[in-house]
């Protein structure tokens, strides 16, 4: 019997938010090359252009356009811009996301509410705009909502973002039980450290600051936006056609908990590959 080792997305199109930079871009251009249309979304239309353009010369299809997630009625727009470019929609992944560290006490009403807005309500108005549209052709789908490990661990400094990421993960298990029905798949992806600007920029701007995030990982490095992307492309696929309601964890163990009895073990190891 034959196998076909690498997973296939031939002839589905999917919707990726905060698709212009980062994780975003490289789920985008991972999805393509495993044979998708992709429609990337996010606020910005320059870097949105310059994913659509990069997926066109790797003889991909891609739609860039522009959106908050934030605003119900620009989602809505953006899904019928997909379809109108490409016939259907087969899913979705909720990457679009804000966060910045801050003390909670100083944390302002403002701060909370961009963050949460963003990534909890922004992950719902997308997953309804796209789920509406499956439920009502009958089309089954599959859906990916990046998270992070401190959804269910929590972390100082990220109230507002942890709180958010926790609630994307119980939408994503109600929902993943309610619309098994309808043959709709939900899973979240949960990286750990990944290399990306916006993330570096935000979480470990300075190089004392990267040195300790580094040091917190077992496997001793960063993860690659593409790696990630890979994980998504697997989730989305009919070779995780019985996984949902999961949380894939990508963190090089970070998550795992670092030692605390006994004199230091490994230190100074470095992964490679």
């Known amino acids: ?24 871009a490289a789920t985008a251009l ?5 044979g998708a249309s992709v429609t990337v979304v996010g606020r910005r239309k320059e870097p949105l252009e310059t994913v659509a353009a990069e997926v066109a010369r790797r ?23 997909a379809v109108d470019r490409f016939g259907r929609i087969d899913g979705l992944v909720n990457n679009a996301a804000g966060n910045f ?25 997308c997953t309804s705009a796209v789920a509406r549209r499956l439920i009502d052709t009958g089309r089954p789908g599959s859906f990916v909502n990046v998270v992070a490990t401190y959804a269910w661990t929590g972390h100082p400094g990220t109230v507002h973002s942890a709180a958010a990421k926790a609630g994307v993960v119980t939408m994503t298990r109600t929902l993943a039980v309610e619309w098994a029905r309808y043959g709709i798949r939900l899973n979240c992806i949960a990286p750990g450290p990944t290399e990306t600007d916006g993330a570096g920029s935000a979480l470990w701007a300075a190089p004392e600051d990267r040195e300790r995030v580094v040091s917190s990982v077992p496997l001793r490095r960063f993860a690659g936006a593409e790696e990630i992307g890979d ?23 970070q998550s795992l908990g670092r030692q605390v009895y006994g004199p230091p073990i490994g230190d100074g190891a470095v992964a490679r590959g």
């Open 30 to 34: 991972r999805l393509a090359g495993l």
């Open 59 to 81: 003889g991909g299809d891609a739609l860039a356009h522009t959106a908050d997630v934030r605003d119900p009625d620009a989602v809505d727009a953006a899904v019928e811009a």
């Open 101 to 125: 560290v801050a003390a909670a006490e100083d944390l302002s009403p403002n701060g909370w509410r961009a963050v949460v807005d963003i990534v909890l309500n922004g992950t719902w108005n």
């Open 231 to 253: 994980l998504t492309g697997f989730l989305l696929s009919d070779r995780a056609g019985y996984v949902t309601g999961a949380v894939l964890t990508a963190d090089g163990g």
């Open 1 to 24: 019997m034959e196998e076909n080792p690498v997973e296939s997305l031939a002839g589905r199109a999917f919707l990726v938010t905060g698709g212009g930079t980062g994780i975003g």
